[in-house]
């Protein structure tokens, strides 16, 4: 028997965020844990104690299978960032206390950079205070920003989604007789892997788009506008992906440039959206051409629907592997994803010390970007091509796709 | 042995328009036609001679299942008004010289009203000058607005993705512990079937939208306003549906008070976008709270990756009905779909006087909306869910979803 564990989510969603969740879940389960608690937002909930018994939210087999299928972070997440030690010894106590009543020894938290950072300082402070619970962090992030892993999962459905339905929406913009430019815009504020993705549209039925633009490489809104226009006199149907985050020579965001620029997140963000429409309405004045502009918009961190078998099979596997590693007495950890060949694809896990990790962001590499910086290059492409490989179907109940849903949360 | 056959697609694609385009071949072929011309760019590129022998194209039973699969229309569409015949008896000897060329017995045309126009004249046309072609019009539009049919093939793919990713979106809000309002803008100019279907994502596992907003109901900004703060007030989470084409009580579109509201598309119709971030800015401002916009976008039409096993086999069925009809004699009509019964779902075709269905616009009527206007009765719901049932696998290659695609496009 082993001790309590408890789990939480941090950071934005994924659409295998869940499959985490399970793979935590699943393998302390197996491997004899007493309790498994889950913090509902992560350690802001923790810190209130908004904590639940897992088992009693995930009580058999079919629920698994419909976690596993469910966007969103299941017990909810949070964008909270741990003070220093040094600075703030009472939250640490608080958290250490109430680890302390549930009789916590094996703590695990998916997320991202802020997360693992959050993981970085409480296993730091255990050590400190000599308290044995072990920390492992669990990697999550659409972005593929994370360092030390070959990717993150997560990123494989989201690449997945966005070029099976730029597929689509290229397909789309060739249904009249009539030239027309789309800009797409994809998520992304400082990495490019997710509009990188976007190449993975040109296949064997689909030319793909035409350019590709990441945060990377500096933007010039006028070598874009006058590369769009020779584009657009050669072919009918001009299909462009953008990330969100690409910027000017000096720094701002295009979407700064925008009307929109004025709005910032609750995290003091500021609210990258527009930048699509601002371009094809720019292209559409200069150019004269019919523009459209399309926000890939949420549904890229949210679309279980159609998610990568591979990423989600890596999601429960990082989750089971935190475990294990745990279990053997790791602390301060994260669990990495390394690649053992690309043809045939195979890839396990391993384990990478927090420390090196925590608020690394991983950019796409210069030389896998082209040249004049328009599109990713092959390399890139058969990075990210294994990711996206196969497919779990969802579970459909009355026409739409089944979720597990917590309860307190449908009011 | 049947003389030959010319189809031809015209107006905005759907998810499922290739399939009428198979029932019409598929049938066709199955019941001895000679020849099965396709027009590229419908009757536009049928002016120009723009015309391709379709079994050239569709050479077996598996690039019928893709084509099932392909989104957007296959042989190209157009939006082209046929003159009155009065006015402009040139265009139709052309048009009539070219169907003689090619022996042209029996002439399909897949699509929405302005399509059903086009069958109509030229069936009149054929009736006047005692030229012996059978016209029949095969309905199709996602907008669910073409009098006479239960419904249109190609609403229920549509509902169904809207409805779908809906879930996911109303998921996703859940994620972080802050009070957030999520407006989402789906496509529908006058009629609100698509914004209505919205109510679908109420179901066991989900809570649904919390208003939607119909264009057949005057718009009043103000009282959204307090609505939305209202709700906002009473729980975490808030997710309003609304229809891009929602207008002012003084008739004009929400949309024409957004900075996009000078644009106008290549057909002279105002660009009806931008009318969910307007408001949610508006939203932000006046009441403070988090906001975000999301519009649901082309996808709409050309989502093959998710779509209704009914609605694909109902477009079948419909071009399939359509052969039969003008093989039997039948002109200047158009297929309907009929219901038989609600529970268990029962459609069959019909066959109806397209004089009767042109340019007439189907709403959702009145009683079918709740007294404030903010959703629709369970009437509504009733009425669309059967139409959302059951899936048709993509034929996944590589990863992603694999399509037909028409040769000469892909340059």
Redesign the interface.
């Known amino acids: 028997m082993k001790g309590n564990v408890i789990v939480g989510q941090s950071g934005?969603?994924t659409a295998v965020i869940n499959s985490s969740l399970v793979g935590v879940y699943k393998t302390a389960k197996d491997r004899g844990a007493k309790k498994i608690y889950g913090m509902?937002?992560g350690v802001?909930?923790l810190l209130e104690e908004k904590v639940v018994d897992l088992s009693e939210h995930i009580r058999n087999d079919l629920d698994i299978e419909l976690l596993k299928r469910?966007?969103?972070?299941y017990l909810?997440?949070?964008?909270y960032k741990l003070p220093n030690i040094a600075d703030g010894e009472e939250t640490y106590k608080k958290i250490f206390s109430i680890l302390k009543k549930l009789e916590i020894e094996y703590f695990f938290y998916i997320g991202g950079n802020d997360s693992m950072d959050t993981i970085k300082k409480l296993s730091d402070y255990a050590m400190i205070r000599g308290i044995d619970i072990r920390f492992i962090g669990v990697p999550k992030t659409i972005d593929n920003d994370l360092a030390a892993t070959d990717h993150t999962p997560g990123y494989g459905s989201a690449a997945?989604y966005i070029?099976?339905?730029l597929?689509?929406?290229i397909?789309?913009g060739?249904?009249?007789?009539?030239k027309n430019v789309t800009i797409v815009e994809i998520m992304g504020r400082n990495a490019g892997w997710l509009a990188g993705a976007a190449a993975?549209?040109r296949?064997?039925?689909?030319?793909g788009p035409d350019m590709i633009f990441l945060p990377e490489i500096d933007f010039d809104i006028d070598c874009f506008i006058e590369r769009v226009d020779k584009i657009q006199r050669e072919?009918e149907s001009v299909v462009i992906a953008l990330s969100e985050g690409i910027k000017l020579p000096d720094g701002r965001y295009v979407c700064e440039l925008t009307?929109?620029a004025q709005?910032v997140?609750?995290f003091g963000h500021k609210l990258l959206?527009?930048t699509a429409?601002f371009l094809a309405?720019k292209a559409?004045k200069e150019i004269g051409c019919?523009t459209?502009?399309?926000?890939f918009?949420?549904?890229q961190?949210?679309?279980?629907?159609?998610v990568?078998r591979v990423d989600i099979t890596e999601a429960f596997q990082v989750g089971g592997a935190a475990v294990k590693a745990a279990f053997e007495g790791e602390s301060g950890k994260m669990i990495t994803l390394k690649r053992l060949s690309n043809d045939p694809y195979q890839c396990t896990t391993d384990i990478y010390d927090v420390h090196k990790i925590a608020n690394v962001e991983k950019l796409v590499p210069r030389e896998w970007i082209n040249e004049d910086g328009t599109y990713v290059t092959s390399d890139f492409i058969n990075y990210v091509?294994p990711l996206?490989?196969?497919?779990l179907?969802p579970i459909?109940?009355?026409?739409?796709?089944?979720?597990?849903?917590y309860k307190e949360?449908?009011?």
Request: proline share 4%.
């Open positions: 934005g969603p509902l937002h802001q909930g469910t966007p969103s972070s909810g997440s949070c964008r997945k070029s099976s339905i597929k689509e929406v397909r789309d060739l249904v009249y007789d009539q993975l549209a296949c064997e039925d689909c030319e072919k009307d929109y709005y997140d609750a959206a527009g429409r309405n559409a019919k459209r502009a399309i926000e918009s949420t549904l961190r949210c679309a279980s629907h159609i990568s091509r996206i490989q196969a497919e179907t459909m109940v009355d026409g739409l796709p089944r979720h597990l849903y949360k449908m009011k």
